[in-house]
């Protein structure tokens, strides 16, 4: 009613929890008041709140139950809309806590809010939020005013009484269920302590906020903060438009194991309200996994506010069932109304066809080696434009190069990899592995995409053809001087021979026959690698300058060849 409170000291009365024995009194003193600024730069109704101080340090014993506190003082103000004869009742402010031994600190509520009001035919949103240091579980709900033995004719009882509390009478069209009328009634919610209201008609109303703390599942304590508010007609507020990604649609098929982000805009055409913007989805929740990401964010509007919604879904999130997010934003205006709208998208995940992986390099798939006694190499490239595929690069190994030829090749891949792979082929042919014409060996080298359980196999088929260098045919000279000048110092056939084959020369059954004019039988070796030095076989003795026959045979890369020749000898 106007009228200004002046107690100092307020007498407080302890009683046990569940009890009504007065444990004990005390009195707190006035600290100091002040006025509270209510509303904004862009509306400030026509409403003074003040608020006085009170503060002591109280040393408490242990006591098992706990305690409850009470203060009690008349009376409310007449004005009030919904309680019957509203200037008859007192308040009691009362809250309970557990045994001091427990070490708790009770719940604070944050600071009285500055949108102490409601905008009529608005849906009013408002935060009662409390903190509690020891990070014990909070619980909100609404509460009716509460009276207790103080009167017009007891103002401020010396002691208070016990509980419970009387709830104050509810106005015709009041009660517990809808403090404040309009539609939807008042709620809050249990966890995160956000109120909302709808009145519809001019008034002051009353209600309390009740936060109970809980450890362990066991309740411990709870604390009250009791409020009056006044009811105004607030300027009307636009609602924001809620738009995402470019052209907003309603569903997106993406694939796992790949980033899906995408850009939330809240715009608002009334600037200067406060935006906040929320999603909300299963895959946002924090048992989810993995969790998708949202950052809700609050801000003064300058025309609108975004945030990133993100999500990498892994194989076990493939369904054919949408998940869906919602999407919320707030617009606070000037006249404290607030204005919700929601929009929501779906995601479905699923795997995408396969895009084969492509051989980028060697470019030609038709090889050709000299056979020369060299390890022959090429390198293989593989690129997989699905960039999540895992690919595992592999050669079928019971392929002639692997499996039958006298040489094995060898094939070294990387470890199964994401994007590309890469691998080396490594080859010595040898004679056996000499091609007839028109022949080759196969390679048939593959690559398997593997995507969550699906896994694709691509072939890659390589011919390889190894030719000699020479045909086997033999150039031999017709003469050599086995003196001491060691220039030409012997007859041999494999020196014409190793500038082009390897050491074996790819020759078998070799057979060479050396005659002196009258036919005797001077040397003789199945050795394709002899060198005669102008001697009888198996002796040092010399034989003759002047001219010898010889006959040569053998095979080679499967035909027979056979020489005969003359050879000069000079000495």
């Not at 109280?58 to 098992?64: A, E, M």
């Not at 009662?128 to 005013?145: C, E, H, I, K, R």
């Not at 595992?392 to 040489?407: E, L, R, W």
């Not at 190793?498 to 059954?509: E, H, K, R, V």
Request: hydrophobic share 35%; with cysteine; net charge negative.
């Amino acid at each position: 009613n106007g009228n200004n409170i002046t107690d100092d000291p307020i007498p407080i009365t302890v009683y046990e929890n569940g009890g009504n024995t007065v444990l004990f009194t005390f009195e707190i003193p006035f600290i100091d008041q002040e006025i509270l600024e209510i509303g904004d730069l862009c509306f400030s109704p026509q409403v003074c709140v003040e608020q006085k101080n009170y503060r002591v340090t109280q040393p408490l014993p242990p006591n098992p139950n706990g305690y409850y506190f009470a203060w009690e003082r008349c009376c409310r103000n007449e004005i009030i809309t919904n309680v019957q004869d509203p200037g008859d009742w007192g308040m009691v402010f009362t809250f309970s806590m557990p045994d001091p031994l427990l070490q708790n600190s009770s719940p604070v509520f944050d600071e009285y809010p500055a949108r102490a009001y409601f905008c009529s035919d608005a849906t009013n949103n408002l935060s009662f939020t409390a903190f509690d240091a020891d990070g014990d579980s909070l619980v909100y709900s609404l509460d009716d005013p509460r009276t207790g033995a103080a009167s017009i004719n007891n103002i401020t009882p010396p002691i208070a009484s016990p509980a419970p509390y009387m709830a104050v009478p509810w106005e015709t069209g009041f009660n517990s269920g809808n403090m404040v009328g309009g539609s939807p009634a008042m709620a809050i919610d249990p966890i995160s302590g956000n109120l909302t209201a709808s009145p519809d008609i001019l008034g002051v109303y009353v209600f309390a906020i009740k936060v109970e703390e809980y450890r362990n599942g066991v309740k411990i304590g709870e604390v009250r903060r009791e409020l009056q508010f006044d009811t105004f007609i607030c300027p009307e507020d636009n609602p924001s438009a809620i738009t995402w990604d470019e052209d907003s649609p309603e569903t997106y098929t993406i694939e796992p194991n790949k980033p899906f982000c995408i850009d939330v805009l809240v715009e608002d055409v009334d600037l200067g309200d406060t935006l906040f913007l929320f999603a909300n989805s299963s895959i946002l929740d924090t048992a989810f996994f993995p969790q998708a990401a949202f950052l809700p964010v609050d801000s003064i509007n300058d025309g609108d506010i975004s945030s990133e919604f993100c999500w990498v879904p892994n194989c076990d999130n493939i369904s054919p069932v949408p998940y869906e997010i919602v999407i919320q934003a707030f617009s606070s205006g000037c006249a404290d109304s607030t204005i919700a709208v929601s929009d929501s998208f779906n995601i479905i995940v699923e795997l995408p066809e396969d895009n084969p992986t492509e051989m980028v390099f060697p470019f030609d798939q038709e090889e050709v080696y000299v056979m020369n006694g060299e390890q022959h190499c090429f390198d293989l490239i593989l690129q997989d434009p699905d960039c999540y595929d895992t690919l595992t690069f592999k050669v079928d190994t019971t392929q002639y190069i692997f499996s039958t030829s006298p040489s094995p090749g060898s094939f070294e891949p990387i470890p199964p990899s994401l994007f590309g792979s890469f691998a080396e082929f490594c080859w010595i042919p040898v004679c056996e592995d000499v091609n007839e014409p028109g022949e080759v060996h196969e390679l048939n080298f593959f690559v398997e995409s593997k995507k969550c359980s699906v896994t694709n196999v691509y072939n890659y088929p390589f011919t390889v053809q190894i030719i000699p260098e020479t045909d086997g045919s033999l150039a031999l000279p017709n003469i050599f001087t086995p003196d001491d000048d060691m220039s030409n110092p012997y007859f041999k056939a494999h020196e014409n021979l190793t500038d082009f084959l390897s050491p074996d020369f790819c020759i078998d059954n070799f057979s060479l026959t050396i005659f002196n004019r009258w036919g005797t039988k001077v040397f003789e070796s199945n050795d394709k690698f002899f060198e005669w030095d102008g001697t009888f076989q198996d002796s040092e003795q010399e034989c003759a300058p002047g001219v010898y026959y010889y006959i040569i045979s053998y095979d080679v890369f499967d035909r027979s060849e056979s020489y005969r020749g003359d050879l000069t000898l000079i000495r």
